[in-house]
């Protein structure tokens, strides 16, 4: 289960209880340093550059029957037959770099009958060839037997519906084919412990099935290890460990990384994690999804066990097979678990998006999100209204909630609210959890509630005491805990963990919601503005048609009073006649352009794809009297876009603010450019080197019939052209603003779509 190498780390000096077990140390432990092999085979330190022997097992000697002295320093001679010694120093030729061992083989030493599997690996300065011996039932077992047991064995992991039952079909072919006596397979959680999800075994073998095992267990390098050598193998842990002996100025063993040895001890602790399991034969299979460690199986036998490297082999690909069919499967199912909660999410957003039901879903939403996300209560807050469904803080909590929320990033999920949020210690009975994905702006949220979580972990042993103290070999030392009793833990302060495919639904509503709340304003703005021009159309009706007769009436009277009276007239009477016609004809013309912006208002866009370089040539031309009178240069950028608008209105747009560049504008040479900047909705521009717009004006010259300037000053106007003209943008959904200051002339910017939601969100 464990390899929990590191076993020499001693207590704290003076210690007279167990001392707490810094995992950190732990993890610091050097497992692949232990500076010795296990006894079923021979390992040899080769120097690279003559294949000369700077180190071997202290078994060598014994297994290759002759003195140790005369192989250190000496040739690859001394240990192997010129056949063999020839496949192997090419084999070795071939190793540069540190990586997993490569097999070299099946050959005899000198010595004797045996045969050993070879591997060799780079580790530092150094060769390394490990002998492994094969052992004499490997003979029994033909390759093509074993290739076929793990066909089939692949073949029944197919037939699983889930990723665990497949776990439970693969102890179960892995104990048949493998034949040890217990079987575990076990998934690594989150929180970096492991979980024995499957279990195959004699009856004898106490179950763990369910329990879990501490990440303390498994600690960091032993990880490393696992994911580096995906076979793990001792065939008796009951074994003295054979150090490696090192010729002189050879260096210390403990300095040689045996972490890719085939061969490498494990140490005492790890090994007697294992006896105190009533293992002493184990074989560890690592399980990657993507080379990340997911999970492993542990075969257990209560006797010694040999297992050739060609069945090892065999187990490796199962494993790996493992890998691809299980932890896709497990992807595929949490996926089919999302896609509930979407097609949830997704019917919401759809009834969110149908015409007209906005108001109505809106107040839907939180049972609704309740229901799709699986939730105890939810909010949805816009401001000051929120409202509430399910089991939920009181609104009083959710309104100082959502201040705390804005210095949040935009999605927010704990599921220990509590400890980032501690006035929520007295909710946990529903807000424990907490998720919220911010709408438009400061104060608006979508929340979800979950309530504390009160749950029992079941552990193999007391987690919190990972080690003992063993107090009986009289040198204080750590020893792997001895009982593997389940361990009840309660769990308190926790909610049910987020999801990711509960945050990513989250996500989508947020996502629909901003959207359809934005239409929904673009929608009332409009519907404001329909019945605004609607009053005005109708009061520019009454003018047009109420007024106007008896202005033309007053005008009449005064040519009339004029032509009766004549030379009788004192000449400032006189003055006084030509006034009220003067004001009159004013008055007459404004009439005119209210009934103009009214009527241009209430008439429909007609939106056609339209060429704005060829409309602007027609642009210019309706202009071209009024710059060939003026000499004024107007020039319009090359690759105006083709877009959708309403001709008519672009061209009126364009032409007023061209006509105002030339006007407003006392320079000899005017000069007028036309443009366009890109961006996801073109934002067109007119620049004029003019007169320039004092920044207080800015927004006061869009009024009707505001005019900076004396009556009849620059040409005269009614000062209705940018009114016009800023009607026009917002009708396509656009926007019209200028940067201009006093003398330095003014640029006019406009737009002929809604800006795109983000701009919106950000323009709060
Ligand atoms: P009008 O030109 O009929 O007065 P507009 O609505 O087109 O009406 O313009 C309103 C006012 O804005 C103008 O009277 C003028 O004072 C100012 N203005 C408009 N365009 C420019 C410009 N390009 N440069 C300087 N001032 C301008």
């Known amino acids: 289960m464990s390899d929990r190498d590191g076993s020499q780390t001693p207590p704290p000096t003076g210690a007279t209880e167990a001392p707490i077990l810094d995992l950190a140390t732990c993890d610091r432990e050097p497992v692949q340093f232990p500076g010795a092999i296990m006894p079923h085979g021979i390992l040899v330190l080769l120097d690279p550059a003559d294949l000369r022997i700077r180190g071997c097992s202290a078994n060598a000697g014994e297994r290759l029957g002759r003195d140790i002295g005369g192989l250190l320093g000496a040739g690859l001679d001394a240990l192997l037959a010129a056949d063999a010694r020839e496949e192997i120093e090419a084999g070795l030729a071939g190793i540069a770099e540190p990586g997993p061992p490569q097999y070299l083989g099946c050959h005899p030493v000198l010595a004797g ?11 530092g300065e150094h060769l390394v060839l490990e002998l492994e011996a094969i052992p004499a039932a490997a003979a029994e077992v033909w390759p093509t037997a074993r290739l076929a047991e793990l066909t089939e064995a692949i073949g029944a992991l197919r037939g699983a519906a889930t990723w665990r039952e497949g776990m439970t079909i693969a102890v179960r072919e892995l104990r048949r084919v493998c034949g040890f006596e217990s079987v575990q ?12 999800v499957a279990e195959c075994q004699d009856d004898a073998y106490p179950s763990f099935l369910d329990l879990r095992f501490p990440r303390s267990d498994m600690p960091e390098p032993a990880r ?55 293992t002493q034969a184990r074989l560890v299979l690592t399980i990657l999804d993507r080379g990340e460690l997911w999970g492993f199986f542990t075969c257990r036998h209560s006797s010694p066990r040999p297992v050739p490297y060609a069945d090892r082999l065999a187990y490796q690909t199962f494993a ?19 896609l509930e909660a979407k097609r949830r999410i997704g019917a919401l957003v759809a009834d969110l998006n149908a015409p007209g039901a906005y108001a109505a879903v ?120 001895g009982s593997f009793e389940v361990w009840r833990q309660d769990v308190h302060g926790l909610a049910r963990p987020w999801l990711a495919h509960e945050t990513e639904s989250l996500m989508d509503l947020q996502r629909a919601l901003v959207l359809v709340q934005h239409t929904e304003q673009q929608r009332e703005l409009r519907v404001q503005l329909e019945r605004s021009n609607a009053e005005l159309e109708a009061f520019a009706y009454v003018i047009s048609h109420d007024l106007q007769e008896p202005l033309r009436g007053i005008r009449n009277f005064a040519y009339m009073l004029e032509d009766d009276l004549g030379e009788r007239l004192e000449a400032q009477e006189r003055g006084w006649l030509e006034t009220i016609q003067r004001l009159t004809v004013r008055m007459t013309d404004q009439i005119g352009v209210l009934l103009q912006y009214s009527r241009a208002g209430r008439q429909p ?50 032409e007023n603010l061209i006509a105002n560049g030339i006007k407003y504008n006392d320079r000899a040479d005017k000069r007028i450019d036309v443009g366009v900047l890109p961006g996801a909705v073109s934002t067109f521009f007119v620049r004029d080197n003019g007169i320039g717009i004092q920044a207080r004006h800015k927004e006061a010259i869009f009024t009707i ?40 002339g003014t640029v006019f910017y406009f737009t002929l779509a809604p800006d795109p939601v983000d701009g919106a969100m950000a323009d709060g």
């Open 113 to 123: 009958a045996e045969r050993f599997d070879c591997f060799a690996h780079r580790s």
């Open 320 to 338: 790996e097979m493992v890998g691809l069919l299980l932890v896709e499967k497990q992807a595929a199912e949490q996926q089919a678990l999302g």
């Open 185 to 196: 397979g076990v998934r690594f959680m989150p929180d970096g412990s492991g979980l024995v």
């Open 362 to 481: 809106l107040g839907q939403i939180p049972a609704r999100l309740i229901d799709g996300l699986d939730l105890e209560g939810a909010a949805l807050c816009l401001g000051s209204r929120i409202i509430r469904a399910g089991r939920t803080p009181p609104e009083s909590f959710v309104s100082a909630l959502l201040p705390w929320l804005d210095e949040q990033s935009e999605l927010f999920a704990t599921d220990r609210l509590p400890t980032h949020f501690p006035a929520a210690a007295d909710q946990g009975a529903c807000a424990t959890g907490l998720i919220a994905a911010r709408l438009r702006g400061a104060g608006e949220y979508l929340l979800g509630f979950r309530p504390e979580w009160v749950h029992e972990v079941h552990w193999a042993g007391d987690p919190s005491k990972p080690v003992e103290i063993d107090l009986t070999s009289g040198e204080q030392r750590l020893t792997p805990r």
């Open 705 to 744: 019939f505001r005019r900076l300037h004396g009556r009849d000053d620059y040409g005269g106007g009614t000062g209705a052209g940018l009114t016009i003209a800023k009607q026009a943008v917002q009708l396509h959904g656009g926007r019209i603003w200028l940067e201009s200051a006093q003398g330095q």
């Open 224 to 278: 490393r290890q696992m994911a580096l050598m995906p076979v793990q193998y001792a065939p008796d842990l009951a074994y003295d460990p054979v150090p490696v002996r090192m010729a002189d100025q050879g260096g210390d063993p403990r300095q040689l990384d045996l972490g890719l040895s085939v061969l490498r001890s494990s140490s005492v602790m790890c090994n007697r994690f294992y006896l105190n399991l009533g």
């Open 605 to 654: 866009l007609e939106l056609r794809e339209v060429d704005l370089g060829e409309l602007l040539q027609s642009v210019l031309e309706a202009l071209s009297g009024r710059i060939h009178e003026t000499g004024a240069e107007v020039r319009v950028a090359p690759g105006m876009p083709t877009l959708a608008c309403d001709p008519s209105r672009t061209a009126a747009v364009f």
